[in-house]
């Protein structure tokens, strides 16, 4: 019931690999929790879904609803599948707020102990298979959303830069 279309494209990441080494161990000790990239790339999509407010919609009965909030959907991989747990009001959090609540739900999604409430309602969605080496993907859209993020590997190399 949905066009499935995707866009690839590569990003450098050496600012961003060097932030989050420069914020991972005051992160830990002050907060109790690791920041990854996963985090910086959440919460850079949700500030980006209130910027761009039809990617964080719906198409239902005929017609496109837009959300002022964003609940974000964190597919988790399970020995039995994939779930969704659903980061509520993502747009509300810090960095911090949201790669804990992240964390936090793939940990109950990995034990199952995820209610199903909070494995509904997503506005927009991520998923990662960097950490399988895997660089490209189509992900699976999770309907009404009209979007999804797949984020893939990351890995060092050259890179011509000018003249």
């Given at each position: 019931?949905?066009?499935q279309l995707t866009i690839t494209m590569k990003a450098d990441l050496t600012d961003?690999?060097?932030l989050q080494k420069q914020l991972a161990s005051a992160a830990k000790e002050r907060f109790g929790t690791k920041l990854?990239?996963?985090h910086f790339v959440?919460?850079?999509?949700v500030l980006a879904l209130q910027q761009h407010p039809h990617l964080n919609s719906a198409y239902q009965d005929e017609r496109i609803i837009?959300?002022?909030h964003v609940h974000l959907g964190m597919a988790v991989s399970l020995d039995r599948g994939l779930v969704v747990p659903v980061i509520r009001h993502?747009?509300?959090l810090s960095l911090i707020e949201l790669a804990k609540q992240v964390s936090e739900s793939a940990e109950k999604a990995r034990q199952g102990n995820m209610a199903s409430d909070n494995l509904q309602g997503s506005t927009f969605s991520i998923t990662n298979l960097g950490a399988y080496g895997i660089e490209h993907f189509t992900p699976i859209l999770n309907p009404p959303e009209t979007g999804i993020l797949g984020i893939g590997a990351s890995y060092d190399t050259p890179v011509y830069k000018g003249e």
């Open positions: 019931n949905s066009a961003l690999l060097s990854t990239i996963t959440s919460r850079a999509a837009t959300y002022s993502a747009e509300k």
